[in-house]
C-alpha cells in the first residue's frame, strides 16, 4: 500500500487549496481514505474521510462548512478541497488507508494502517 499526499503550499488566509492523495497498492474501491494534520505542537488531528465502497463521507464539525472530501476512482486519488483557510489550518496534512468495514467516521486513528508522508500548508494572515 502506498500513498502520496500533495498539493501544499501557501496561500494567504480566505484562500483555497486542494491537496491529493494517490493511492497504489491495494484495491481502492475496497478501503475508507482519511485525511489528518498535525500542527505544530498539537496532537494529530482526523479532518475527514469517505468509504470507497458506498462513497459516504464524513467531516470534522470545525472544517465541515470549509473542508470537502471526494474521489476519483478511477484515477485512485483522493482529494480534499480546503476553502476559506486561516492561518490555524497551517499543519502537515496527511492521508491515510485502512479497508473499509463501517462508517469511514467511526474510524479511530490508531485503526488506520498506512499512511502517506504528508504536505506542508501554510496559511499567511
Known amino acids: 500500500v502506498q500513498l502520496q499526499a500533495f498539493g501544499g503550499g501557501l496561500v494567504q488566509a480566505g484562500g483555497s487549496l486542494r491537496l491529493s492523495c494517490a493511492a497504489s497498492?491495494?484495491?481502492?474501491?475496497?478501503?475508507?481514505i482519511a485525511w489528518f494534520r498535525q500542527a505544530p505542537g498539537k496532537e494529530r488531528e482526523g479532518l475527514s474521510c469517505?468509504?470507497?465502497?458506498?462513497?459516504?463521507?464524513w467531516h470534522k464539525d470545525s472544517v465541515k462548512d470549509r473542508f470537502t472530501v471526494t474521489a476519483d476512482n478511477a484515477k485512485k486519488t483522493v482529494f480534499l478541497q480546503m476553502n476559506s483557510l486561516r492561518p490555524e489550518d497551517t499543519a502537515v496534512y496527511y492521508c491515510?488507508?485502512?479497508?473499509?468495514?463501517?462508517?469511514?467516521?467511526?474510524?479511530?486513528?490508531?485503526?488506520?494502517?498506512?499512511w502517506g508522508q504528508g504536505t506542508q500548508v501554510t496559511v499567511s494572515s
Open positions: 469517505i468509504n470507497e465502497i458506498d462513497g459516504s463521507t
Open positions: 491515510a488507508a485502512d479497508r473499509a468495514f463501517r462508517y469511514c467516521g467511526d474510524y479511530a486513528e490508531y485503526e488506520y494502517d498506512n
Open positions: 497498492g491495494f484495491t481502492f474501491d475496497d478501503y475508507t
